[in-house]
């Protein structure tokens, strides 16, 4: 039974470009959320997708974009990167919309420099 | 923004050692989730307390859940070096299963 993947795993951008980072949810499970983690901070909700639509929203601007796939794997995109977007973001699925457990992902670490 | 704090940030015991956490947080809360995570790496679900619950037990973690005052408590008990991670505690409101995070409490038990 696979878990959740993302990748890449590691990723070195230049300010003003753009990133896509991509998720596979668990098998079975329906409902993908991104949160962005900081260093030495916790986590930080982005997004939630669940039927290909965007379902819920952090306090992230519009550069923060992302994707739903009819076979629930996702993208996270980033346009115009800033020096502040450098983090792990992590991806998360659920059995649903109301499951409480999420399981995470391993995490891609975006460095922007 | 977070939903509240963690107490303390770091803690270094000795292997055998209790551990206790602290969270407290901010708005009404659906349920709260204890999560750990190894080096900067992927969050692991480790308990979940409802609302209307007071303590739960699993394995060697407990969890106290205290509405009046907005906080819970992790305790991991008979400390082990592999429990040297970063422990989060996360809320969910009714509004969605959207985790709110604290800030994190980094544990080094030592050997």
């Known amino acids: 039974d696979a878990g959740v993947t993302q990748s890449p795993t590691h990723l070195i951008k230049t300010r003003g470009q753009q990133v896509t980072l991509r998720c596979s949810p668990k098998s079975g499970h329906d409902t993908v959320s991104w949160y962005q983690q900081a260093l030495g901070q916790g986590p930080q909700f982005i997004f939630q997708y669940y039927e290909e639509e965007e379902r819920q929203r952090g306090n992230f601007p519009d550069r923060f974009s992302g994707h739903q796939f009819p076979n629930y794997s996702s993208e996270l995109n980033v346009n115009a990167l800033l020096l502040g977007d450098s983090a792990l973001y992590l991806c998360a699925s659920t059995l649903s919309l109301i499951a409480d457990e999420q399981y995470f992902g391993p995490g891609t670490r975006l460095t922007v420099t | 923004s977070q939903q509240g704090e963690e107490d303390p940030q770091a803690l270094s015991i000795q292997e055998g050692e209790n551990a206790t956490m602290n969270c407290s947080y901010k708005?009404?809360?659906?349920?709260l989730q204890w999560y750990r995570q190894n080096s900067g790496r992927g969050l692991v679900h480790l308990i979940l307390?409802?609302?209307?619950?007071r303590e739960k037990h699993s394995g060697r973690l407990r969890v106290t859940l205290d509405t009046s005052k907005k906080s819970s408590s992790l305790l991991i008990t008979a400390s082990r070096a592999a429990d040297t991670a970063s422990y989060f505690c996360?809320?969910?409101?009714?509004?969605?299963?959207?985790?709110?995070f604290g800030g994190g409490t980094r544990l080094m038990v030592k050997p």
């Open positions: 307390i409802r609302s209307n619950e």
């Open positions: 996360a809320t969910v409101t009714n509004a969605g299963n959207m985790l709110t």
């Open positions: 708005t009404s809360i659906n349920n």
